[in-house]
Nanobody
Framework: QVQLVESGGGLAHAGGSLRLSCEAS????????MGWFRQAPGKEREFVGR????????YYADSVKGRFTISRDNAKNTVYLEMNSLRPEDTAVYSC????????????????WGQGTQVTVSS
């Protein structure tokens, strides 16, 4: 089992920045591809990005590419989501997840999920 706890959400103005953290406990964090997802009210969960086990490789959804950056610190069992140039359409609950299989692009690859943290971007 892996337990994931997100923090860092809140309110930001359009054009602003926020940094989310996701701390893991339980099994060896460095064994897991980590991903970030978001879900806006009335919408389906959306893939934001993922990072490889060693942090060397990342991949982002087109909607956040160039604005969001995922990083990880395996010594601290933590993955981060740096969000810049925020837009009102980025408003959502953001969740981190640990993948038990695959490359980490699809929801079904993730076995463990955090509770999520709310991000609200005002115009």
């Amino acid at each position: 089992q892996v337990q994931l706890v997100e923090s860092g959400g809140g309110l930001a103005h359009a054009g602003g920045s926020l940094r989310l953290s996701c701390e893991a406990s339980g099994r060896t964090f460095s064994n897991y591809v980590m991903g970030w997802f978001r879900q806006a009210p009335g919408k389906e969960r959306e893939f934001v990005g993922r990072i490889s086990t060693d942090g060397a490789t990342t991949y982002y959804a087109d909607s956040v590419k160039g604005r969001f950056t995922i990083s990880r610190d395996n010594a601290k069992n933590t993955v981060y989501l740096e969000m810049n140039s925020l837009r009102p359409e980025d408003t959502a609950v953001y969740s981190c997840a640990a993948a038990s299989m695959g490359w980490g692009r699809w929801t079904y690859e993730y076995a463990y999920w955090g509770q999520g943290t709310q991000v609200t971007v005002s115009s």
